[in-house]
């Protein structure tokens, strides 16, 4: 059961996020024990995006990370090559099997904007070609993309405590390529953003699979009910009401 604790409105919200998605994880990693195994799609290189990298090497998580753009998946590959606990794949997930150009800034357009995100790669070459990119900034290559159901069948995995959702604006695709209520997840996070025709999607999907959706800086969440717990000794220290502890008089 969701209660109502009254109005909160901190004058800076977004210093929030961060904290409430170090929660979550901490949560799923208490629900289950610590044995956590995890399923990204769009993993990026692996050392930036969601703080998931100190959970396999100090807190025993597993998974398999998907990554399309070929120099992200060999940064990811790099980072894990030592892993035993974590599987990478350089492919990319749609509701079809298909080859399909994925567009990302080429190395010469990267040095030429440098303030431009580093790896970001979408098959919507439109959400690459931002204001002030030239066209021969931005490199397509084809790379081949399959269903979630088929890789979770080709690798016998009918159960994960953390799906997480990266898709450049592929994201609904992704959803509804594989049954999200059979595989079980405590926690979904799917990037997402508002006000989008995909976003509608997105929050659908998670509705139709139990999953009560909330929404945390640019990520979707999907936490399944009465499942997650956040300690009350953990929240209390963040808002700093230990005792003797300095209050935050600037929220």
Partial sequence: MIRDLGPYVPKRAHKLDAPILTMLLNGVHDHHRGQVFVVQVGAGNGATGLPLLPRFRDHGWSGLLIEPQPQNFAQLDALHANGERVAVLNLGISDISANLPLHSLSAEGEARNRRAPRG??????????????????????EVPFLRMDTVLAELGIDSVQLLAVNAGGHEAQVLSSFDLAALNPSLVLVQSTPGTAADDACTTALTAASLHPFRIAGWLAGLAPNRLAVPLEELLTFFRKGLGAPQDTEE
Wanted: proline share 9%; hydrophobic share 35%; no cysteine.
């Fill in 120 to 141: 970001r790669a979408s098959l919507i070459r439109d959400r690459i070609a931002t204001p002030g990119i030239r066209p021969d900034d931005i490199a397509s290559t």
